[in-house]
């Protein structure tokens, strides 16, 4: 693995990153290639200098570069490592093809009318990455696949909570409008950054939805795959804790910068490594 792909998921500082520190070398560097594809992919369209017309024609020669990869003759080496692990960990193709799919539709649209919509869009950018993370972690029964998909909803529901201001920042209501209409708080209301009882109260009702797919992810979990998912697990915990700490703060991301810090997310990833090297 080059330093790239290192680099990018250390300067993320992303909960991947702790996570996946504590997998054996060879799944480490392949975590981190699958990481730095991720990334860079998510990249293209979040760049919020350039119009969306660039972001459309580098995604396309992103995608264009990525198939030439997978016949072999790709010029961008990152696309080429990333192959290499593709074939040796067995990966299916289409998560990634569905990313990037996902990724475009933050040009093509910058509201989600219902939940529908939105969980489609979760599935996308967050549970295609679990679908690719688990073919290298390793798991023995088929319903980790359905782990893979929940948890990434969940995730991404998580961080949707956690950005909802940096988000409208950028020009993007991932809440859905329907919901907003529900609790009776407009858009107007969060340009105005109004934090109040029915943005309380619609931000609860999203959480409680992430707190579903993550019931879910763990009815979906076998107790014998639970060792070689731990990084997954780790992750798993990092953004329950981040949940937990957004209904502890009655969401209000309008006012506040809640996170789980550097410090929290080591504590956490040690632990759970501990616990599924030590126990199971």
């Known amino acids: 693995m080059s330093d790239e792909s290192k680099i990018i998921a250390k300067e993320s500082k992303s909960s991947f990153y702790y996570a996946f520190s504590l997998l054996e070398k060879p799944k480490r560097e392949a975590m981190n290639t699958v990481y730095a594809f991720c990334r860079k992919t998510d990249d293209i369209v979040d760049d919020g200098n350039e119009p969306d017309e660039l972001k459309y024609e580098k995604l396309r020669k992103w995608r264009n570069e990525f198939e030439k990869a997978l016949r072999g003759n790709s010029e961008i080496q990152l696309l080429n490592r990333l192959v290499v692990y593709i074939q040796q960990f067995n990966i299916p193709l289409d998560p990634f093809f569905e990313l990037i799919a996902g990724v475009e539709m933050d040009l093509q649209r910058k509201r989600f009318l219902t939940f529908d ?142 996170k789980v810090n550097k410090v929290e997310k080591v504590s956490i990833a040690l632990g759970v490594w501990a616990k599924y090297s030590l126990v199971y």
């Open 117 to 258: 919509d939105l969980s489609n869009y979760c599935y996308l950018v967050a549970s295609t990455v679990g679908l690719m993370c688990i073919e290298i972690f390793g798991y023995k029964n088929s319903s980790t696949k359905d782990y893979a998909v929940n948890l990434g909803k969940a995730m991404q529901l998580t961080n949707i909570l956690r950005d909802v201001k940096k988000d409208y920042e950028n020009g993007r209501i991932y809440l859905p409008l329907n919901d907003m209409q529900m609790f009776n708080y407009t858009e107007e209301d969060l340009k105005n950054k109004i934090y109040n009882p029915h943005f309380y109260n619609l931000m609860k009702f999203q959480a409680e939805r992430a707190q579903y797919f993550f019931n879910k992810a763990n009815e979906s979990l076998q107790l014998e795959d639970k060792r070689s998912l731990f990084a997954a697990r780790a992750m798993q915990h990092i953004y329950y804790r981040l949940l937990k700490k957004l209904e502890a703060e009655n969401f209000d991301v309008i006012n506040k910068n809640i």
